[in-house]
Nanobody
Framework: QVQLVESGGGLVQPGGSLRLSCAAS????????MAWYRQAPGKQRELVAF???????NYVDSVKGRFTISRDNAKNTVYLQVNSLKPEDTAVYYC????????WGQGTQVTVSS
């Protein structure tokens, strides 16, 4: 069973950047679409971005132009570069397939605050 470990979160000021990583314990190639999700306090988990094996990418409108998703199947890793962070980006960030088909990892906390 594939396990996911997210990392790279932290406390940043508005306008700051982070690079989130999601390392899988086994091949992610069999999952055509990998995605990043986030869950803010008191809110439901939402899809943020996804990427297919062929490189098709899409983002939720609120992060377009600021976030960049990528994947390295050779390293079984999915990345999310998050730039120009806003306080409303504060959340726990998770990766998973889309639709979700892997047990959730622990996530990585991103806090945007001055």
């Amino acid at each position: 069973q594939v396990q996911l470990v997210e990392s790279g979160g932290g406390l940043v000021q508005p306008g700051g950047s982070l690079r989130l990583s999601c390392a899988a314990s086994a091949s992610i190639f069999s999952f055509n679409i990998m995605a990043w999700y986030r869950q803010a306090p008191g809110k439901q988990r939402e899809l943020v971005a996804f990427i297919s094996n062929s490189g098709f990418i899409n983002y939720v409108d609120s992060v377009k132009g600021r976030f960049t998703i990528s994947r390295d199947n050779a390293k079984n890793t999915v990345y999310l570069q998050v730039n120009s962070l806003k306080p409303e980006d504060t959340a726990v960030y998770y990766c998973n397939s889309y639709p979700t088909g892997i047990s959730w990892g622990q996530g990585t906390q991103v806090t945007v605050s001055s």
